[in-house]
């Protein structure tokens, strides 16, 4: 191990202590134990902790996070329990671990780290999420929804909202919350914004959201709070896209282009086209601007032009980001797509596999996830030191959950389970 790495170890160790040091981390102030007292060995910390430290080192099953903890717990802690815990819990736990969630994340607004990157304000990106696919025959949790596609065999998924904080550098995940078998994401937004906002003070300004989220509902329900709404628009509002094409839809001269970029081999340019022509259109009393998104790609074999076009609808006002910032925050937006859903479904598997599928435990597992993830994601891109930041952007995401592997077993970062056995 070369000198640079023990010190990333060292540092990576000492970040891990500081951060599960803080109330926020500890999960008897936020989880309700769902066992029996009667029977019970192992406490609910050192379990949870368990958990969390299975998806920091990226194990691919409950036995592996078992054996796990034989390198940086004082006792084996057995999968059984583990499995056990999990699934005897209740909404009661599942609202709680969220609760936990978003005081992680004021936790970190408060030290500062969450300070928007290359925009004047707080952004979060919105979206759907499938925690969970398989046979209608194995779906266990009560928001599991049947789908009955064409041709093919039905299958259950259980999908979630999630929202990312995509203006801070670490991307981290600031919600979840699984959409109920009865509604869709858009349906479920008004809940999500209502908890947000009640969690958050002063972290968010604007909202993005793709298509999906596209409502007059939802747009009412973002201004009302005061807030900013950023909107896919296609063909599920067909008055305002068709008003969009008409006002823009030929405009050739952008208002802005980026410098074109290399990627595999074709050459990639974005220009901007934005109107306040659509204000207050059809009853948006609140819309001020539509821009269109124009993504020209030049292939390098052969020289053709291909053009894509994306349509937005927000009502931010007109200078309230410049034009360069538009094409940056439309950007962004994918970043809950690359970097959260990219990491939590390439590394961990999210949606393949379950270390445990009954009762509510693919959402508590969710929620594990998240935390894991947001930890990571600060350490690589805020508690390290220029130079290792620089060295962290080549390291990839198994390669940082090996680093966690190691901290781990440095010792005195997870919970010393000597006194593990009995009690809360």
Request: charged share 25%; proline share 4%; with cysteine.
């Amino acid at each position: 191990m070369t000198k640079p790495f023990r010190k990333l170890i060292k540092r990576s160790g000492n970040f891990l202590r500081r951060m599960l040091g803080k109330p926020a981390w500890d999960f008897n102030r936020f989880v309700a134990e769902p066992r029996q007292k009667k029977g019970r060995r192992w406490k609910l910390k050192t379990l949870m902790q368990s958990l969390l430290f299975g998806f920091l080192t990226n194990r691919s099953s409950l036995h592996n996070v078992e054996t796990m903890t034989e390198i940086g717990f004082d006792k084996r802690v057995p999968d059984s329990t583990l499995y056990d815990l999990v699934g005897k819990f209740e909404a009661q736990g599942v609202a709680g671990l969220r609760t936990q969630l978003h005081a992680q994340i004021k936790s970190e607004q408060r030290s500062k780290s969450l300070e928007p990157v290359g925009l004047p304000c707080g952004v979060a990106a919105v979206d759907n999420k499938t925690l969970w696919s398989g046979s209608p025959e194995e779906a266990k949790d009560p928001a599991a929804q049947v789908i009955h596609p064409k041709n093919r065999p039905p299958y259950a998924t259980v999908r979630a909202v999630r929202t990312v904080l995509i203006s801070a550098a670490s991307k981290p995940a600031i919600d979840q919350v699984v959409i109920p078998a009865k509604t869709n994401e858009g349906g479920l937004f008004p809940e999500v914004l209502k908890v947000l906002e009640a969690s958050y003070d002063g972290l968010i300004e604007v909202y993005s959201m793709d298509a999906g989220f596209c409502s007059k509902t939802n747009a009412d329900g973002v201004a009302a709070a005061g807030k900013s709404y950023i909107f896919g628009l296609k063909e599920n509002q067909p008055g305002l896209l068709k008003e969009a094409e008409r006002l823009i839809g030929s405009q050739r001269v952008p208002e802005i282009s980026t410098e074109p970029e290399r990627y595999q081999g074709d050459s990639i340019r974005y220009h901007l086209y934005r109107t306040a022509e659509i204000e207050g259109f059809h009853g948006w009393s609140h819309l001020q601007q539509v821009w269109r998104i124009e993504k020209e790609i030049i292939r390098g074999k052969t020289g053709l032009v291909e053009r894509e076009n994306h349509y937005y609808v927000t009502n931010l006002d007109w200078d309230r980001f410049k034009p360069k910032q538009i094409l940056f925050v439309v950007r962004s937006h994918w970043g809950i797509e690359n970097n959260c859903n990219w990491t939590t479904d390439v590394i961990w598997d999210e949606d393949t596999k379950v270390w445990c599928g009954q009762g509510l435990g693919i959402q508590i597992l969710g929620l594990l996830r998240l935390m894991a993830y947001n930890l990571i994601s600060h350490l690589r891109c805020r508690y390290l030191r220029q130079r290792d930041q620089r060295a962290s952007a080549r390291r990839g995401w198994k390669q940082w959950c090996d680093v966690m592997l190691l901290v781990l077993a440095g010792g005195n970062v997870a919970e010393r389970t000597q006194a593990g056995l009995t009690g809360n």
